[in-house]
């Protein structure tokens, strides 16, 4: 079935650092991929999406590039704050089916 | 205005009782869901509703019900509680195949 596996956390880097989470998913025929973050303590929000192929998602600073042929969808920033800190979740939809990834928590320290 | 809404925030509740959480949209979405998110922050999808059918109702036991009576409401009963249940849980609805979903601010709940 379909399934996505992303980088366990936490990650933990200093404020204007380079940022990485590795993103891989599993779905038959063509997916759209996301990214979601949740701030403590409330619901997560759409941060990027991407819906074929070659695309590339970004918002905030932080971008994704759709990669079918390693199936991956790894989420960068090049300078992260320390508002940044919450936690990432990569997700797949297909035909209206979601699935997330295990999260990965972000803390980025002054 | 909130896109995605849930009553109540917080829910302390004693084992065995039973408990109801509201979900509300408005952004004139066909599908709805409900999500379990544990302490651990794993997100695991409980039900889908689209235009007030059941298309996705994965293992969940059948102390859970949901109910949509139309298409920008799905709520979540839950009967008989148990210490496992505690739990955020979220609700969120998309506008069709492919689409994104929005979240609601969740719920915490509580079983003691």
């Known amino acids: 079935g379909d399934s996505v596996t992303q980088m366990e956390g936490p990650v933990t880097l200093s404020e204007e650092a380079f940022l990485t989470i590795n993103c891989t998913y599993t779905?038959?025929?063509?997916?759209?991929l996301f990214w979601y973050v949740q701030y403590p303590g409330e619901g997560l929000q759409l941060l990027l999406k991407a819906t074929k192929a070659d695309d590339k998602g970004s918002n905030k600073g932080f971008e994704a590039t759709y990669r079918k042929e390693t199936t991956s969808f790894h989420l960068e920033k090049g300078s992260v704050q320390v508002s940044d800190s919450a936690v990432y979740f990569c997700a797949l939809n297909n035909f209206n089916k979601f699935y997330f990834g295990s999260g990965t928590k972000l803390n980025v320290k002054p | 205005d909130t896109a995605v809404s849930q009553t109540p925030k917080y829910l302390v509740t004693q084992m065995g009782n039973d408990k109801s959480i509201k979900c509300e949209q408005n952004?004139?979405?066909?599908?709805m869901y409900w999500y379990k998110q544990d302490s651990k922050k794993f997100l695991k999808i409980m039900f889908s509703?689209?235009?007030?059918?059941?298309?996705i109702n994965e293992t969940v036991p059948n102390r859970f019900s949901p109910k949509s009576p139309d298409k920008a409401h799905l709520n979540l009963h839950i009967n008989s509680l148990e210490l496992g249940d505690s739990a955020v849980y979220f609700c969120?609805?998309?506008?069709?195949?492919?689409?994104?979903?929005?979240f609601g601010p969740g719920t915490r709940l509580t079983v003691l």
């Open positions: 952004l004139g979405h066909d599908t």
């Open positions: 969120a609805s998309a506008g069709g195949f492919m689409d994104t979903q929005y």
């Open positions: 509703y689209n235009n007030k059918e059941l298309i």
């Open positions: 779905a038959t025929g063509y997916p759209s």
